[in-house]
Nanobody
């Protein structure tokens, strides 16, 4: 069974930083494109960043220059470094492949940006 387990979220002040991790099990990330997604209260889930195999990246405009996606294929883990966080970044963050596997969404990790 494919599972993605996200961690690293928390409460941070505006301008702060967090690094999220996503450990995959039952699934080898190496040949796959991987992504980070987020869902804010009352909104639909949206794509944030992608990392294509092997390592080309793509970001949505509202996180460009602030977020960095990376992968460690040996650890079967994907990361999201988030800098200069803003209140509008508050959401539950998820990882999945891209295109996403509908039956493999994890619990996500909550990121709250507030003073």
């Amino acid at each position: 069974q494919v599972q993605f387990v996200e961690s690293g979220g928390g409460l941070v002040q505006p301008g702060g930083s967090l690094t999220l991790s996503c450990a995959a099990s039952g699934f080898t990330i190496r040949p796959w494109h991987m992504g980070w997604y987020r869902q804010a209260p009352g909104k639909e889930r949206e794509r944030v960043a992608l990392i294509f195999s092997p390592d080309t990246t793509n970001y949505v405009d509202f996180v460009k220059g602030r977020f960095t996606i990376s992968r460690d294929n040996a650890k079967n883990t994907v990361y999201l470094q988030m800098n200069n966080l803003k209140p509008e970044d508050t959401a539950v963050y998820y990882c999945n492949s891209w295109p996403s596997r509908d039956d493999s969404w994890g619990q996500g990790t909550q990121v709250t940006v507030s003073s």
